[in-house]
């Protein structure tokens, strides 16, 4: 039965909102549930399928091993660039005299001190395909639109106080 769900057009939908659920899962600081739910589908998939991953694991391990070796190495590039998005973002808070720092549910002090996020960074180490897609889609797009936003509302507002009168008279 789930041979034909993946050689159907349903497979497409089906593995994007899998995938989906476990960008926003693991951006919610879910990451203990990201991972349960890929073992659960690595574990579908071995047991119910013809496509075996942890049969290729044992079947390949130096294949395998290289695979896991650049996964754990984009992972450790990809935890500095995401720290630095959050940084970007805690630098602009702290300029703009806030103290606390709200990512995922959790609020941080600031300024920022990586002790605190221990946990973040082990799950952006080890789920970084969920998290990069999540933080390339929204961190860059949110910087463009505020700097849209920000030139915009500003020639808007000189536009709207242009056409307030003065009255010289009373000045």
């Known amino acids: 039965m789930l041979e034909l769900l993946l050689a159907s057009w349903l ?3 089906f593995s994007l909102a899998l995938f989906l659920i476990l960008v926003f899962l ?3 600081d879910y990451g ?6 890929i073992v659960l589908t690595l574990g579908i998939l071995q047991f119910f399928t013809s496509y075996a991953p942890f049969t290729y694991l044992m079947n390949e391990p130096v294949k ?8 754990l190495v984009i992972g450790f590039i990809y935890i ?8 970007f973002k805690a630098g602009k808070l702290i300029r703009e005299n806030n103290k606390y720092f709200s990512y995922g549910g959790d609020t941080k002090y600031l300024p920022l001190k990586v002790s605190n996020w221990k ?7 080890i789920l970084w395909p969920f998290s ?7 961190d860059p797009v949110r910087i463009i639109f505020e700097k849209v936003y920000l030139f915009c509302s500003t020639k808007l507002q000189n536009i709207a106080d242009s056409q307030i009168p003065t009255d010289k008279n009373n000045s």
């Open 64 to 71: 395998s091993a290289i695979y896991i070796a650049l996964y």
């Open 80 to 87: 500095y660039i995401k720290w630095y998005f959050i940084s």
């Open 26 to 28: 693991s951006e919610a």
């Open 32 to 37: 203990i549930f990201t991972t349960l739910l």
């Open 11 to 13: 497979f497409y939908p």
């Open 119 to 125: 946990s973040n960074l082990y799950f952006w180490f």
């Open 132 to 138: 990069a897609v999540y933080t390339l889609l929204n």
